[in-house]
């Protein structure tokens, strides 16, 4: 992907980690790649292949051993101080005492912003359709439903990077490809910038703009591959089953080759 810096917002540049132990564990290496602001990017991955990894230095959970990351042109911890960058888990972390709203509004109290948020808690449920949810506790809801609240908290705090790790991974078929297509609305009209991890090529295809395939563990960086196709996508119409078909071949060779 050519970078442009008055529009790149995530920059790795030669980034490799190594977690301590007897013996040491590598989880990625030489790790180079940029994303563009309001770009969509899936990373792909067999399990343990530093993925994650990616992540936790982006949120300034660990820092890289070697390499440098920015964001915004600032370090991760500044990005983070600027109150800029909101995380989506498998798990939705709702605390189980407080009521839908109560959820979303105490993230926007612990993560505020510079200006005006965007949206109220009852506009972020609104959009996700829990709005009849508002004084329900999360533990009536399904795990679905769950999800969308996560979802809902994570639109009403305004933040410009999104970092989506599997956040739909636990739930069944049938309410994963719903949420995916709901994502896929919300996501159009905000151009926030999304990191989403997952291990599901329709879903890669159905949101993202680029897909990146990391290798096993060390992790590096395969291959960096366009999806072409104009929102919204029709999972059913050929050109999106041709797009899945091909991708499958690219990550297939990619991986054999790794």
């Not at 979802?151 to 305004?158: E, M, Q, T, V, Y």
């Not at 960096?224 to 899945?244: E, K, M, W, Y």
Request: charged letters at 15%.
């Amino acid at each position: 992907m050519e970078k442009h810096p008055e529009s790149c917002l995530v920059d790795f540049c030669n980034v490799s980690h190594t977690y301590a132990g007897r013996p040491p564990r590598p989880a990625v290496r030489d790790i180079n790649f940029s994303v563009n602001r309001g770009e969509f990017v899936a990373i792909i991955g067999p399990s343990g292949c530093g993925k994650s990894t990616l992540f936790r230095i982006l949120a300034n959970l660990i820092q890289p051993a070697q390499g440098t990351v920015s964001i915004a042109g600032v370090s991760p911890a500044d990005f983070i101080s600027q109150r800029r960058l909101g995380w989506m888990a498998q798990q939705p972390a709702l605390l189980p005492w407080l009521t839908v709203k109560e959820n979303v509004a105490l993230a926007q109290r612990f993560h505020p912003v510079v200006s005006t948020p965007s949206m109220t808690p009852d506009e972020a449920l609104d959009m996700v359709g829990l709005r009849d949810a508002t004084n329900t506790l999360p533990e009536s809801l399904s795990g679905g439903m769950q999800q969308r609240l996560a979802l809902a908290r994570l639109l009403s705090l305004d933040v410009e990077l999104w970092l989506m790790d599997e956040p739909f991974a636990a739930l069944d078929e049938l309410t994963r490809t719903s949420l995916s297509h709901e994502l896929a609305v919300r996501w159009q009209p905000l151009q926030p910038t999304v990191l989403w991890i997952t291990h599901n090529i329709q879903e890669a295809v159905l949101l993202a703009d680029r897909i990146l395939v990391i290798s096993p563990a060390p992790g590096t960086l395969l291959a960096d591959i366009p999806v072409t196709l104009p929102h919204p996508r029709n999972p059913d119409s050929p050109d999106f089953l041709a797009q899945v078909s091909q991708l499958r071949k690219q990550l297939n060779g990619a991986l054999a080759h790794a």
